[in-house]
């Protein structure tokens, strides 16, 4: 099974600030990776995925990078909507789908 | 718009069986994957299997295979997902989500919670 770590496990960032999360995984996964942002008492929304192609709903200051074993989602100029939880995920070895631990960003 | 509505929430005793369903709407439902993945309270994502609509094939995980049934019903748009011999450890938030690798849309989520 593939293992996704995510850091830090929480992250405290002010408004208008920039939030750089990492997912790190124990094999390569080459592109095969979603970044989903989760907030309390709602199901996860889909921010990111091919490691860093962002659907057209989702504003432009998110934005994923990497490839094998290393990613990272960077939110730009944080909104108060933004503060939830963000956890990565992988379908390299789809249908088995595994997720990282999460990271929550919190307000500073 | 695409939407995912699934049935209400369950409380079942220990060893009982669980049946949460998924109706699908705003797309055509035979070109997507149903995935179902549970939240437990305050934890991560873990995914428990998949439905293909257009040929009724499935996977599951390791953790749950023999103890979970998913089928679907082209006429209705909806893919059932049943969880047998259950214990306090499946308490969680149950969703449903359309896509193939990464889940594009998602349902409200289905609270199942087992106690005695």
């Known amino acids: 099974e593939i293992v996704l770590t995510q850091s830090p496990a929480t992250l405290s960032v002010s408004p208008g600030e920039t939030a750089t999360l990492s997912c790190r995984a124990s094999?390569?996964?080459?592109?095969?990776l979603a970044w989903y942002q989760q907030k309390p008492g709602q199901a996860p929304r889909l921010l990111i995925y091919?490691?860093?192609t962002r659907p057209s709903i989702i504003p432009a200051r998110f934005s994923g990078s990497g490839s094998g074993t290393d990613f990272t989602l960077i939110i730009s100029s944080l909104q108060s909507e933004d503060f939830a939880v963000y956890f990565c995920q992988q379908y390299a070895n789809w249908p088995s789908l595994t997720f990282g631990g999460g990271t929550k960003v919190e307000i500073k | 718009q695409v939407q995912l509505v699934q049935s209400g929430a369950e409380v079942k005793q220990p060893g009982a069986s669980v049946k949460i369903s998924c109706k699908a709407s705003?797309?055509?439902?035979?070109?997507?994957?149903i995935h179902w993945l549970r939240q437990a309270p305050g934890q991560g994502l873990e995914w428990i299997g998949m439905f293909n609509p257009s040929s009724g094939s499935t996977s599951s995980s390791q953790k749950v295979q023999g103890r979970v049934t998913m089928t679907g019903d082209t006429s209705t748009n909806t893919v059932d997902m049943e969880l047998t011999g259950l214990t306090s450890g499946d308490t969680a938030t149950y969703y449903c989500?359309?896509?193939?690798?990464?889940?594009?849309?998602w349902g409200q989520g289905t609270l199942v919670t087992v106690s005695s």
């Open positions: 094999q390569s996964v080459r592109s095969n």
């Open positions: 091919g490691a860093s």
């Open positions: 989500a359309s896509g193939y690798g990464y889940a594009d849309y």
């Open positions: 705003g797309y055509t439902f035979t070109t997507s994957y």
